[in-house]
């Protein structure tokens, strides 16, 4: 199975603030929910073979406190690193202008200045989960992301539009699996938090 981990709490997630390539690291709840994932998927009767990490700092100390666990490596994959929010990373939402939040949201291929579109992240995580679909077909591959690049794995896996990703929400350090049937995908655990007591 593919198990897709949105990593642990930063200052910027805890302000609100938009969070593409800007490398922030784990905050003290961050790094606490970082171990609470390592011990979940240490525990399941399914733990991860291969570890896979979004390159930002945040991803790779979340994937870190799993790999500690478990004694597996952990590889960078460019390709599940968060959406490029370009200017307006690292801002809250409330001071991007309204029509063009309007527009990003209304239009997939639109990119806030000098980021990407939703329309370029959906075929670069079409793209990773393709070549890991075999893989994860025969084993359980973790990798650690971020909420843009989990959005467009459900995306693919349920083969839905593009726009379904505004219409799902994935909580912090929360747990995501897609199973296979023969090379079919199927979406079996949505937005997981348990493992965090709430």
């Known amino acids: 199975m593919l198990i897709l981990v949105r990593h642990g709490r930063t200052s910027a997630n805890a302000a609100g603030l938009l969070q593409g390539r800007v490398d922030n690291e784990l905050d003290e709840v961050g790094v606490r929910q970082a171990s609470q994932i390592a011990a979940a998927l240490s525990r399941t009767d399914q733990p991860p073979d291969r570890i896979i990490s979004s390159p930002l700092l945040r991803a790779r100390q979340t994937a870190q406190a799993t790999a500690e666990l478990t004694g597996l ?10 959406l ?4 307006w990373d690292g801002i809250p939402i409330s001071e991007v202008r309204a029509s063009d939040w309007q527009r990003w949201r209304a239009d997939i291929g639109f990119a806030p200045p000098g980021g990407e579109s939703l329309a370029q992240l959906n075929d670069r995580v079409d793209a990773a989960c393709n070549e890991l679909a075999a893989l994860a077909a025969g084993r359980n591959v973790a990798v650690f992301t971020h909420v843009s690049p989990i959005k467009s794995a459900v995306r693919w896996a349920l083969g839905t539009s593009d726009e379904i990703s505004w219409h799902l929400h994935v909580s912090q350090a929360q747990i995501t699996t897609i199973g296979f049937r023969g090379p079919m995908p199927r979406l079996s655990v949505f937005n997981d938090t348990s493992h965090l007591g709430t």
């Open 84 to 87: 490029d929010y370009g200017e």
């Open 73 to 82: 490596e952990i590889a960078i994959d460019e390709r599940w690193s968060e």
